[in-house]
């Protein structure tokens, strides 16, 4: 092993532990010396407070840590709950059935890499649809949940949060107008494809890539299956209604 290589260990564990406690040292010690000296029970417990309250913000910090966790043990593969992939992820886990039926001949052929993609793709989509605010509450719905839950977090245990299913439900929303409206279909199987496009190195036709039908077929399925998932009733507001 060179000498410079990345080891696994409690290392790791340590060296976060030790960031994480000098953070809220330093905060401890500020309030104290903004106070002349002296820090109260009721301040500490306020400055706790406001640093778990903040925890959302450090989601760099986690993420870092994270990478040069599974650098050092030697894993590839990507976190699923970052902030590139946990809209895929949510959605794969909301929808996976629908895009199982309507995109099968794909899936048959190229696996679960290719529903990967498919999600990643369409939760390009699904950012698009969300504000900066949402955004932000989805990340710390996660870093919460994680807080809470600890390594026993599942990706259930997020969903069942009612922001994050509000979220959710945001980023669909404008793709219930694809019945009415067709640029809308094309376009968001345009993005979608280009995702696609770009993994599998393909130009042109191909059977890689959706068609607008197969996106239809997809949201049609997902009407009935995305209440299912996230334990919400259908309203009139985002039932799919081909014309």
């Known amino acids: 092993m060179s000498e410079l290589a990345q080891m696994r260990g409690s290392h790791h564990c340590i060296g976060t532990s030790r960031a994480t406690a000098d953070l809220i040292f330093k905060n401890v010690h500020s309030q104290a010396v903004a106070n002349g000296g002296t820090i109260s029970?009721?301040?500490?417990?306020?400055?706790?407070?406001?640093?778990?309250?903040?925890?959302?913000?450090?989601?760099d910090f986690f993420e870092k840590i994270n990478r040069q966790c599974m650098s050092a043990s030697g894993s590839a593969a990507a976190d699923p709950l970052s902030r590139q992939h946990i809209l895929a992820t949510l959605l794969s886990v909301c929808a996976k059935g629908s895009a199982e039926h309507a995109f099968r001949l794909q899936i048959e052929k190229y696996r679960s890499r290719w529903l990967d993609c498919f999600f990643q793709g369409l939760s390009q989509v699904v950012r698009a649809n969300i504000d900066e605010e949402s955004w932000?509450?989805?990340?710390?719905?996660?870093?919460?949940?994680?807080?809470?839950?600890?390594?026993n977090m599942q990706v259930l245990d997020l969903l069942a949060q009612n922001d994050v299913k509000g979220i959710i439900t945001e980023g669909l929303a404008p793709l219930y107008k694809m019945f009415k409206l067709d640029e809308i279909a094309k376009s968001t199987s345009t993005q979608?494809?280009?995702?696609?496009?770009?993994?599998?190195n393909v130009t042109g036709p191909s059977?890689?890539?959706i068609?607008?039908?197969?996106?239809?077929?997809?949201?049609?399925?997902?009407?009935?299956?995305?209440?299912?998932?996230?334990?919400?009733?259908?309203?009139?507001?985002?039932?799919?209604?081909?014309?």
């Open 41 to 59: 029970a009721e301040e500490i417990l306020s400055l706790k407070a406001q640093f778990i309250l903040n925890l959302p913000s450090g989601i």
């Open 136 to 151: 932000r509450n989805l990340i710390a719905a996660y870093v919460h949940t994680a807080e809470m839950n600890k390594a």
């Open 192 to 200: 979608i494809n280009n995702v696609i496009a770009r993994e599998y």
């Open 211 to 243: 068609t607008d039908d197969d996106l239809m077929t997809f949201l049609t399925m997902l009407h009935k299956e995305l209440p299912i998932r996230l334990h919400l009733p259908v309203t009139n507001e985002t039932e799919f209604v081909a014309s």
């Open 207 to 209: 059977i890689v890539k």
